[in-house]
C-alpha cells in the first residue's frame, strides 16, 4: 500500500469529467487500497480518483465507525430532502463552507472487485457520497455555493494555496 500525492484544486484531472472504468480488475483494487490509506493519512472520508491524479470514476468513502469502502463507477439514482452543513475538503485544504446538499441518497456502484453494491444513505454519508461524486463530474464544493460566497471562497483558496506551495517549495529545497 502506497500513500498517493493529492491534486489541488485546479490543478488537473479535478476540474473535468472522469473516464468511467471498464475493466475491475487487480490493478482496481490495487488502487483502490492505495487511496484508503491515503484518505487515511489525510484524516478524510471521502477521495476521488481525480484528486490522487486518476481521471476514473472510483471512490473511496469512511463514515467515522465503519469501514472504508469503494464504489467503481457510482451512480446516485436518487435524492431527497435538504440539509447545509460545513464540508471541508483534501484538494482544498484549510477551506470550508456550509454547502447544501440531499439528506437522502439510493447509490448503486460497483465494489474493488467488480461486484454490484447498492445502498441507501443519509446524513454525513450521504453527503460524503454526493461530495466524491462530484469530483467525478469536475465539480468542487466551492461551484455548490452562491456566486458571491464562491468568488470569496475561491480567493481565499488563492492565498491558501499559495502558502502551501511555498512551504512544498522551502521543504524541497532542504
Not at 62 to 78: A, G, K, S, T, Y
Not at 87 to 102: D, F, K, M, Q, W
Request: hydrophobic share 45%; charged share 30%.
Amino acid at each position: 500500500m502506497a500513500i498517493l500525492d493529492i491534486v489541488l484544486y485546479p490543478d488537473d484531472p479535478l476540474t473535468r469529467k472522469a473516464a468511467s472504468i471498464d475493466d475491475v480488475g487487480p490493478e482496481v483494487a490495487t488502487l483502490a487500497s492505495d487511496m484508503i490509506e491515503t484518505m487515511a493519512a489525510y484524516d478524510g472520508v471521502g477521495l476521488a480518483g481525480p484528486q490522487v491524479g486518476v481521471a476514473e470514476r472510483i471512490v473511496v468513502i469512511r463514515e467515522p465507525e465503519h469501514e472504508p469502502m469503494c464504489l467503481v463507477n457510482p451512480e446516485i439514482l436518487d435524492a431527497a430532502g435538504d440539509a447545509d452543513e460545513e464540508e471541508g475538503c483534501i484538494s482544498l485544504p484549510y477551506l470550508y463552507a456550509t454547502v447544501r446538499r440531499a439528506e437522502h441518497v439510493r447509490v448503486q456502484a460497483v465494489d474493488e472487485r467488480g461486484r454490484p453494491v447498492a445502498f441507501e444513505a443519509s446524513g454525513l454519508l450521504a453527503r460524503i457520497v454526493q461530495h466524491e461524486c462530484d469530483h467525478l463530474d469536475g465539480v468542487v464544493f466551492p461551484d455548490r455555493l452562491d456566486l458571491l460566497t464562491r468568488h470569496e471562497k475561491l480567493q481565499e483558496w488563492e492565498t491558501i494555496r499559495a502558502r502551501l506551495l511555498a512551504e512544498q517549495r522551502s521543504a524541497h529545497a532542504d
